[in-house]
């Protein structure tokens, strides 16, 4: 300051070769003492780093890492509505956000009735939620997070006690006998992030969901009580949301499958599928059927699907929130149920279009014929005539079960050399 100072003073005798000279000179000693300070903050930074490591803080550090290295985007005080026209008020930027999620989440999917028909499970389980399993959940309640609608934060579960765990104990049993949720506990809150692109577009935004704490405990315990029986029913190729499974592995399975079939000298075709917003299209009906078929507990069924059958949504935008919806389609956004509900509801998917694909090559003795991360899929053979069967069959349950497969996404892959033309197709565009 005291050099901004000095130059402010010097430049009322700039009218003079010597005043001239000696505010150049300031302009050059501020330049360099700000060089300086920067150096100086940044040397800061990668201490306070290097300690928060030291002392096992990854939480704090990763944030400081992410401060220094993150690119700065410009505030947007406008968006764009369907027309293209320009929107700046507060009141029509949140209409035109509720417009945008509505039609997003509420996109009806146009599948097969048949796949819902489906005998009725077998499996009872209606034993009471235990008060060690709220409390376990409650332990896995992550500090400093976002709270829901309810403004509760997690610390406050948390640190509440007894009677706190008691009063959870009480409400979560009387979801799981009754099936109705309380209404803030179905509630989630839609922040919009900035992506790339214009971003006066809405489809260049992604978006999140904040959800209560208080309903991730009752989410935690489900999720506890539906995760064994969805290990029992999912196929090992499946590696995604699974303890102990990653994309490492299955990129070490596809490195291993090429190497073999070049070593051996036989051919390998690949189609990598992509789903057009595949957990965004979760038909629920079918997700139901599906989960009876695969004779999950009548209850958890029963109350995950009364959870989603009461379920909406508002925008958050610039502190305010905008008109309820409800979300009649996908899973929902930030809830722990929804990896796994979207990997059961594929597997019906899956298990029905491998059900006579031969596939190639083997792993621990075991033929691979997919490998799998979530919604990523690698078909595998060894025919291109065999591959081509699988698109179609895949293509066509999904349909069924109101997914779509996009083929400007969808891409071939083989270990023959030189140009390959093919005639595999997705709604009769050649992949």
């Known amino acids: 300051m005291e050099l901004c100072d000095k130059r402010r003073n010097q430049k009322k005798k700039k009218n003079t070769p010597e005043g001239r000279a000696e ?5 050059e000693d501020i330049r360099r003492e700000i060089k300086y300070a920067k150096q100086r903050w940044i040397t800061e930074q990668c201490t306070d780093i290097e300690e928060n490591l030291a002392f096992n803080n990854t939480k704090k550090a990763f944030q400081l890492v992410k401060d220094l290295t993150k690119e700065k985007q410009a505030k947007v005080n406008s968006i764009k509505d369907k027309r293209g026209n320009s929107l700046t008020e507060e009141k029509e930027i949140l209409e035109r956000w509720t417009e945008y999620c509505s039609e997003l989440y509420t996109h009806q999917s146009r599948g097969d009735p048949s796949v819902l028909n489906v005998e009725e499970p077998t499996n009872e389980d209606d034993y009471p939620i235990l008060r060690d399993e709220v409390v376990a959940a409650v332990d896995s309640l992550r500090s400093g997070k976002s709270a829901g609608v309810n403004n509760i934060p997690s610390e406050l579960l948390k640190h509440g006690g007894e009677s706190t765990i008691d009063m959870l104990t009480m409400i979560c049993n009387k979801i799981w006998q009754t099936g109705e949720w309380p209404k803030p506990w179905t509630q989630s809150l839609i922040i ?16 999140i969901s904040l959800i209560s704490h208080a309903s991730t405990v009752m989410l935690r315990i489900i999720l506890d009580r539906l995760k064994p029986q969805a290990e029992s029913i999912i196929a090992e190729e499946q590696a995604g949301f699974r ?3 990653s994309t490492i592995e299955q990129i070490f399975n596809l490195c291993l499958l090429c190497e073999k079939h ?3 000298q036989r051919e390998l075709y690949h189609v990598f599928i992509d789903f057009k917003k595949a957990f965004d299209r979760v038909w ?8 009876k078929k695969f004779n999950i507990g009548k209850k958890l069924t029963h109350t995950i699907q009364q959870l989603y059958a009461n379920a909406s949504s508002a925008v958050f935008a610039q ?7 409800h979300t009649s389609v996908g899973v929902r956004q930030g809830c722990l149920l929804s990896p796994t509900l979207f990997n059961i509801f594929l597997e019906r998917n899956m298990s029905n279009a491998l059900e006579d694909h031969v596939g190639t090559g083997n792993i621990g003795g075991r033929t691979i014929t997919n490998l799998r991360f979530a919604d990523d899929i690698d078909g595998i053979a060894g025919e291109e005539n065999e591959l081509s069967r699988l698109v179609n069959q895949l293509d066509r349950l999904s349909t069924k079960f109101g997914m779509e497969i996009s083929a400007e996404k ?3 892959m083989t270990n023959e050399h030189g140009s390959i033309t093919t005639n595999i197709s997705v709604h009769g565009q050649n992949l």
């Open 284 to 291: 629920h009906d079918a997700l139901w059927a599906t989960m």
């Open 262 to 264: 070049l070593q051996q």
């Open 319 to 325: 502190g305010t929130i905008g008109e309820w919806f």
């Open 192 to 207: 919009v992030i900035p992506k790339k692109g214009n971003l006066q577009l809405c489809q260049n935004y992604r978006t």
């Open 243 to 245: 303890k102990g499974r």
């Open 23 to 27: 505010h150049m000179k300031a302009n």
């Open 410 to 412: 969808t891409k071939l």
